[in-house]
């Protein structure tokens, strides 16, 4: 079983900055797949970027240059580093786990999901 938690959420201006960070236990996060997604108040759950066991990373077009993931393997932990927040921004986000590596921008794709951080940015 894995647990995934979030934190880092907060409110800040737009053009702010904030990092997330989803800490993992009960498996590492070496070998797997981790996304991270958002949910706006009224809308579907959205997919922010992932990366894969190799490092490699992929974003939403909304996001990308403005938003990187990385991940600490000495902490078992990835981090979403997002800056130029826009008010758009604002969502409960939320880390994702999977043992696959396809279909990555896809919520069910994943097998384990944090209980969300929210994010708030003010215009």
């Known amino acids: 079983q894995v647990q995934l938690v979030e934190s880092g959420g907060g409110l800040v201006q737009a053009g702010g900055s904030l990092r997330l960070s989803c800490a993992a236990s009960?498996?590492?996060?070496?070998?797997?797949?981790a996304g991270w997604f958002r949910q706006a108040p009224g809308k579907e759950r959205e997919f922010v970027g992932y990366i894969i066991w190799s490092d490699t990373t992929y974003y939403a077009a909304s996001v990308k240059g403005r938003f990187t993931i990385s991940r600490d393997n000495a902490k078992n932990a990835v981090s979403l580093q997002m800056n130029s927040l826009k008010p758009d921004d604002t969502a409960v986000y939320y880390c994702?786990?999977?043992?696959?590596?396809?279909?990555?921008?896809?919520?069910?794709?994943?097998?384990?999901w944090g209980q969300g951080t929210q994010v708030t940015v003010s215009a």
């Open positions: 009960g498996r590492t996060f070496r070998s797997n797949s």
């Open positions: 994702a786990a999977t043992v696959n590596h396809s279909g990555l921008t896809t919520a069910s794709t994943y097998n384990y």
